[in-house]
């Protein structure tokens, strides 16, 4: 029998990669909440820029940019961290496919100056969330031990 088999047949990988399932599943659960919160909160207009899902977007990759900081420096060792709230609860909340649906909405409602402007604000706003966010982290963590 193969090392990597287990005895009733399933791959040994399998073993660790349900944990990793369920923190994904459970985190994406509660990101993808908040997403629909932001939305009832601030639902899309007809012809209109769409705030909730560029802001989720924003943040969403503002905390991701600090997340990695923090899981390299603190939780490196802990394989369900990153997992859990990188690609569950933010993976949940960020919402990159809306966005392109948005900018389709806005085609067909005659917003196409809209549309592209948004396009570009959400990939320009997105990349320097991110950045900036692992910045602040790093620089809130420098004088730390």
């Not at 944990?19 to 601030?42: E, H, Q």
């Not at 490196?76 to 690609?87: C, E, I, Q, S, W």
């Not at 196409?112 to 969330?129: E, I, K, N, P």
């Amino acid at each position: 029998m193969s090392e990597n088999v287990r005895g009733d047949g399933e791959p040994a990988s399998l073993r660790s990669d349900w944990a990793v399932i369920v923190a994904v599943s459970l985190g994406g659960g509660l990101g993808a909440l908040a997403r629909y919160g932001l939305l009832v909160l601030w639902p899309p207009g007809t012809g209109r820029f769409p705030w909730a899902t560029f802001a989720t977007n924003v943040l969403g990759c503002l905390l991701i940019g600090a997340l990695m900081v923090l899981v390299a420096r603190f939780w490196a060792h802990r394989r369900l961290v990153r997992p859990f709230f990188g690609t569950g609860v933010l993976g949940g909340f960020t919402t990159f496919s809306t966005y392109v649906i948005d900018v389709r909405r806005l085609i067909a409602d005659d917003a196409t100056g809209l549309a592209v402007l948004y396009l570009a604000a959400t990939v320009v706003a997105a990349l320097t969330a991110a950045y900036a966010g692992g910045a602040l982290a790093r620089r809130l963590l420098r004088g730390l031990p």
